[in-house]
């Protein structure tokens, strides 16, 4: 079974990513993470370090803390 909190981190990341009209490649490429590892990142399945998730956050251009919210 997923983890909640990793499938809710998944969830706002992608909701951030389509408010701002990016593909999953885009964002992908922005934070430099592999596409395919960012779709298991939104699908909640990769519990990911610190680090990419400062990456996400510099490529959406949003504070860290709106990805918990």
């Known amino acids: 079974m997923k983890d909640p909190r990793l499938v809710d981190f998944g969830n706002k990341v992608r909701e951030?990513?389509?408010?701002?009209g990016l593909s999953q490649e885009a964002l992908a490429a922005l934070?430099?993470?592999?596409?395919s590892y960012m779709g298991h990142i939104e699908r909640g399945e990769k519990n990911i370090t610190l680090t990419k998730i400062y990456q996400i956050s510099e490529a959406?251009?949003?504070d860290l803390v709106v990805l918990f919210q």
């Open 16 to 20: 951030i990513r389509k408010e701002k």
């Open 31 to 35: 934070a430099d993470i592999d596409r």
């Open 60 to 62: 959406l251009n949003v």
